[in-house]
């Protein structure tokens, strides 16, 4: 049988389940939706600032993209853009269009964006394992596969606007189209996939190291597509079409900086918990449920059964396979770089492991409404003979199935950290003093200006005001820059700040073209920096702004 053909491609419980069936489909994805968006929503509701500093960095990022430099460093003068752009780009249009700052706009967005992953993830499962298969998949996706795992570990919906949670739409969007291109062998399709490969690494480099692997790998070794030799042509116009997309980021990363990595520490961070020491703890953790273990399991076996109501192709199982298989590599050679570093192998560092356990749990979700309508559909073979009949039970008995499931995991799921600790957070790094010091910046500084500050203060306040910093801490700062000089330098400028500290300070405060520092002390009891040679422009409870008179000279408003 030709692949592609109806027979192929029509799962069991989708056959004469009628008009309305897509219909009834449809609003119960809506309803997943919209309990999903009204709960970040409340999460998000009256914050003005996030709770976690990749967030912050986004915000940062944001801020220099609405000032007019779309592809400038957002901490280092003089240096370009490093980090996947798509995210800060949406909140900086957000915020230029609204009228608002970048952090109102991050905590506005947020909610909303959140609902790329869960849509993308629902038409994705949609194309594979049919309409019923996807609705229970959604639900699975949204209320019980993130079981009690930190939110980055998970694939679901959050309303918090991580990069790595918007990257999962076009990640998932890219797989329904991978899916397409090999059941109908037609140029468009691949296209297709280039382009959303390319939105991908806009997004994140993680979900676009493991789409652009699953995609060349069955493009080049599949047989839908004709012969080798078209295949071939068509993945690299495909890759090409990546490549256009993502140009501007491309442009900094490869054209400007040609990849070379001189501070490894970004892709190389291993986040405590996320290691392979933590396997039986992040399963644990994920599949809590003995019947969400089930529901797994009977998804395993729909797609080792040999026919049967598994996945609407062969092209399908072949995704699914590849998306498992090229998963597990990544992740485990994000885990074996030390000991190929230790071998003195070449590992260049890649990103950290837990974003592929969150894209991992994707597919975790998919299995698991896989598993709902293969039991749903054998429950309804053995309940009743008639054909006209069954495709109708069957989704009944998939989407009771999945909906028993989230009723029993919507109390806690309600009380996940993504919802209720990470608001308590938000609402701790609100503090009003660095509210106020970041809005004098914003007032009172040019985009030209440099700032001296430790990480916290130099990230919170002056990055996220659109202006640049001597340093960071070694994982926010671009991998493509050296970071020892920088944080050298800004160590030793902060240790100046004293009487008789002038001669360390200046010739440092000149060659990183220091305009301010901005001092964050630890409790009121501690006393700001006295030093003769810097000004203070500004105060507010613990967060000190000094004026350098260094580079350049100015006349800013006293603040104070």
């Not at 409340?42 to 220099?64: K, M, V």
């Not at 405590?272 to 599949?287: R, V, Y």
């Not at 008995?397 to 995991?409: K, R």
């Not at 503090?431 to 106020?436: A, G």
Request: hydrophobic residues 50%.
């Amino acid at each position: 049988m030709a692949h592609g053909s109806r027979a192929e491609t029509t799962p069991m419980p989708q056959r004469g389940a009628g008009p309305g069936s897509g219909l009834g489909a449809a609003l119960l994805i809506l309803v997943v939706c919209a309990v999903a968006v009204g709960q970040g929503l409340r999460t998000t509701s009256g914050l003005s600032w996030p709770f976690d500093e990749d967030l912050y960095r986004d915000i940062a990022q944001a801020r220099t993209m609405a000032d007019g430099a779309w592809l400038a460093d957002p901490f280092y003068r003089g240096e370009s853009i490093w980090y996947n752009p798509l995210t800060p780009a949406l909140i900086a249009v957000t915020s230029k269009l609204g009228g608002i700052a970048a952090n109102e706009a991050s905590l506005r967005l947020g909610p909303w964006l959140g609902l790329v992953a869960p849509v993308g993830f629902t038409l994705l499962a949609a194309s594979l394992i049919g309409r019923w298969g996807a609705v229970a998949a959604l639900v699975m996706f949204v209320f019980v596969t993130p079981g009690r795992l930190h939110p980055l570990l998970c694939a679901t919906y959050s309303p918090w606007p991580f990069a790595a949670q918007v990257a999962q739409g076009p990640f998932y969007l890219g797989l329904a189209a991978l899916a397409a291109a090999l059941t109908r062998s037609r140029l468009r399709w691949f296209l297709l996939v280039g382009a959303l490969l390319g939105l991908t690494f806009l997004a994140h480099t993680a979900s676009a190291l493991l789409l652009g692997a699953v995609a060349s790998s069955l493009l080049l070794l599949g047989r839908e597509a004709g012969t080798r030799a078209r295949r071939a042509a068509w993945l690299g116009a495909a890759l090409a079409l990546a490549g256009a997309v993502a140009s501007p980021f491309l442009w900094s990363i490869l054209g400007r900086y040609h990849l070379r990595v001189v501070n490894p520490e970004p892709g190389a961070y291993v986040w405590p918990g996320t290691g392979l020491d933590s396997l039986g703890g992040i399963l644990s953790g994920a599949l809590d449920r003995p019947a969400l273990i089930g529901l797994v399991l009977a998804g395993v076996i729909a797609l080792l059964a040999p026919g049967g109501a598994s996945a609407r192709s062969p092209a399908a199982r072949r995704v699914i396979g590849a998306w498992a298989f090229w998963g597990v590599i990544l992740l485990s050679y994000v885990f074996a770089q030390p000991a190929l570093r230790n071998l003195g192998l070449p590992a260049p560092p890649l990103v950290p492991a837990f974003h592929f356990w969150a894209l991992l749990g994707g597919l975790v979700s998919l299995v698991a409404g896989l598993g709902a309508l293969w039991l749903g559909t054998g429950l309804a073979s053995l309940l009743t003979p008639r054909p006209e009949r069954r495709s109708a039970l069957a989704a009944l008995v998939t989407v009771v199935l999945a909906l028993g499931l989230a009723v029993a995991s919507y109390p806690s799921w309600r009380t996940r950290a993504d919802f209720v600790a990470t608001r308590r957070v938000a609402e701790f790094h609100s503090r009003m003093d660095r509210i106020r010091a970041h809005e004098w910046i914003r007032r009172h500084t040019s985009v030209d200006d440099v700032f001296l500050a430790e990480h916290d203060a130099g990230l919170r306040v002056v990055a996220t005001a659109g202006r640049r910093l001597v340093a960071l801490d070694a994982g926010f700062s671009s991998p493509f820059v050296p970071w020892p000089p920088r944080a050298a330098a800004a160590a030793r400028m902060l240790a100046s700040l004293r009487p008789g500290g002038h001669e360390a300070f200046h010739p440092l405060a000149v060659e990183y073209h220091v305009s301010y520092v901005v001092i964050q002390r630890s409790s009121a009891e501690e006393p700001f920096p006295e030093a003769p040679f810097v000004g203070r422009v500004f105060q507010r409870g613990n967060v000190a702004v000094y004026r350098t008179g260094c580079w350049p000279e100015n006349d800013a408003p006293d603040g104070r």
